[in-house]
């Protein structure tokens, strides 16, 4: 028989630090988000000089893979444009039918969403409000901000978590910096199917 699970206690730095303790810590430098932005072009100059700029970096606590546990994270994104083009995370959909919250400690930012038929949701993240991702949507993160933006996350640890949609369909929106402003627009290069 399995050992029975104990209780533990997850320490979360409100002023926009890390969890502790965390179990596994990704760093995501443009390099690996290049083709996700709508100006690519741009993207590769900056990598042609050599700079590798790091968007973001989340920590996860992950307590157990089995069904019926929950993964705990922090995700921090940094501020930046590529292009017009606000710093973001891939997006990905969950491969089972999954929530997560997202739950905003600093800076400002927006949690895209988008479903499977391609209609798209906006939940504007400020300090203090929680988005919530029902099962079924596809979400992305953008930091429209000067500062870092860091939020909270949730999720069922069996999740699971598909990339290839986003990654070879795009999202619908796009948000980018208009009159100095963020403005979510239609993306160019989405592909429904
Ligand atoms: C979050 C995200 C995290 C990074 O933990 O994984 O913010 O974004 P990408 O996974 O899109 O690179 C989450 O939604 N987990 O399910
Ligand atoms: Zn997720």
């Known amino acids: 028989m399995s050992q029975p699970q104990r209780p533990e206690k997850v320490v979360v730095d409100f002023r926009g630090g890390v969890i502790k303790p965390y179990t596994r810590k990704k760093e995501v430098r443009l390099s690996e988000l290049r083709e996700y932005f709508s100006n690519v072009e741009e993207a590769e100059k900056i990598l042609l000089k050599g700079k590798d700029p790091l968007i973001y970096e989340y920590y996860e606590y992950i307590y157990s893979e089995a069904a019926g546990n929950l993964n705990l994270g922090l995700t921090i994104i940094y501020p930046g444009k590529i292009g017009k083009e606000y710093y973001m995370t891939k997006g990905h959909f969950h491969e089972r ?59 069922p640890s069996d999740a699971g978590h598909n990339y290839t949609i986003i990654k070879e369909r795009g999202f619908a929106m796009i948000v980018v910096e208009e009159a100095k402003a963020p403005k979510v627009v239609p993306n160019p290069k989405y592909h429904k199917t």
Not at 106 to 132: A, C, F, I, T
Not at 143 to 152: A, D, E, I
């Open 97 to 155: 039918d999954a929530a997560e919250f997202y739950f905003c400690l600093k800076g400002r930012g927006m949690l895209l969403m988008q479903n499977k038929d391609g209609e798209v949701s906006v939940v504007e993240l400020e300090p203090g409000s929680l988005g919530y991702v029902p099962p079924g949507w596809g979400h992305r993160t953008i930091n429209t901000g000067r500062g870092k933006l860091v939020f909270f996350f949730a999720y």
